[in-house]
């Protein structure tokens, strides 16, 4: 009996410590209004219209770390490009949470497209984590965008906070980078674009940013519009299905730009949903 107590509590010694549970916010900081629903959702009527929301993604750990997915924009040519309704700074949004710029330790980048990357220097204190693949594909070394999906300025800014020591570059999919987040890539949405998979009190959240942009994408296995090459489609799919799988329940799954989060999460409020 002694002997199996023992090895009990060996057991329980070596066990890895329980991952850290996480509180999620999906955080509103601008709207757009009359998107064609055909680049969003793939084969879509090209006559229907859809409003969008720019979201950046808080995971509020229990040890001081606010980790964001996404870091949106604020440059003036990428707000021109986007004609934005009821915009604030992704910085300034996250102060309805008490959260401050340099309060953030960590910022992922799902991709390089500017609604997504361009905010990344808003946050002084944060370590950038992309994938290797996506930022070797569009940054060059000196900065320079290799690929029209990166915006200029975007390319070099990146490239300053690699040289920093600021950036790492993620090694692959299915990598948990903090513990209790993982990456995930395989959605083609750009070269090598991810998605997170992040421990709650009410099980798995997937944040799938543009991997997914609607509930409508995810409810019927519907690609998005816009892949990095035509033939992703079938990989997107792909992606959408095995966010199903990774997610504890098909409501914890977040689109990357659809209202309707603030919908089905409508608790705190004022452009704030907690997902749970």
């Known amino acids: 009996m002694r002997l199996l107590a023992a090895l009990a509590f060996g057991v329980a010694a070596f066990a890895p410590p329980p991952a850290p549970s996480y509180e999620v916010y999906a955080v509103r900081f601008a709207e757009a209004h009359g998107a064609p629903l055909a680049v969003l959702v793939k084969g879509a009527d090209t006559a229907r219209r859809q409003d969008l929301a720019f979201m950046v993604w808080l995971m509020k750990g229990p040890n001081g770390r606010n980790v964001l997915?996404?870091?949106g924009f604020y440059r003036e040519k990428v707000q021109r490009f986007f004609s934005p309704s009821d915009f604030e700074?992704?910085?300034?949004?996250?102060?309805?949470?008490?959260?401050?710029?340099?309060?953030?330790?960590?910022?992922?980048?799902?991709?390089?497209?500017?609604?997504?990357?361009?905010?990344?220097?808003?946050?002084?204190?944060?370590?950038?984590?992309?994938q290797r693949d996506e930022y070797r594909h569009y940054?060059?070394?000196?900065?320079?965008?290799?690929?029209?999906?990166?915006?200029?300025?975007?390319?070099?800014?990146?490239?300053?906070?690699?040289?920093a020591g600021r950036v790492t570059l993620v090694d692959g999919d299915a990598r948990e980078i903090i513990p209790g987040i993982t990456v995930y890539t395989g959605g083609r949405h750009t070269f090598a674009s991810q998605y997170v998979g992040v421990t709650t009190a009410a099980g798995a959240v997937v944040l799938a940013s543009d991997n997914a942009y609607l509930y409508?994408?995810?409810?019927?296995?519907?690609?998005?519009?816009?892949t990095f090459s035509p033939g992703d489609t079938t990989m997107n799919r792909q992606a959408l299905e095995r966010m199903g799988r990774i997610a504890t329940s098909p409501r914890l799954i977040v689109p990357g730009h659809d209202p309707d989060v603030f919908i089905r999460f409508p608790t705190p409020g004022n452009g704030v949903a907690r997902i749970q």
């Not at 070394?141 to 690929?147: K, Q, Y």
């Not at 409508?216 to 816009?226: K, Q």
């Open 69 to 71: 997915l996404d870091a």
């Open 89 to 130: 700074k992704p910085s300034t949004a996250l102060a309805k949470l008490g959260v401050r710029p340099e309060d953030v330790t960590d910022v992922i980048i799902s991709h390089v497209h500017s609604d997504h990357l361009d905010g990344a220097d808003l946050f002084p204190n944060a370590h950038v984590w992309i």
């Open 139 to 163: 940054v060059g070394a000196n900065g320079e965008p290799l690929d029209r999906g990166i915006d200029t300025a975007d390319a070099d800014m990146l490239a300053r906070l690699y040289r």
């Open 216 to 226: 409508t994408n995810l409810a019927t296995h519907t690609p998005i519009g816009v």
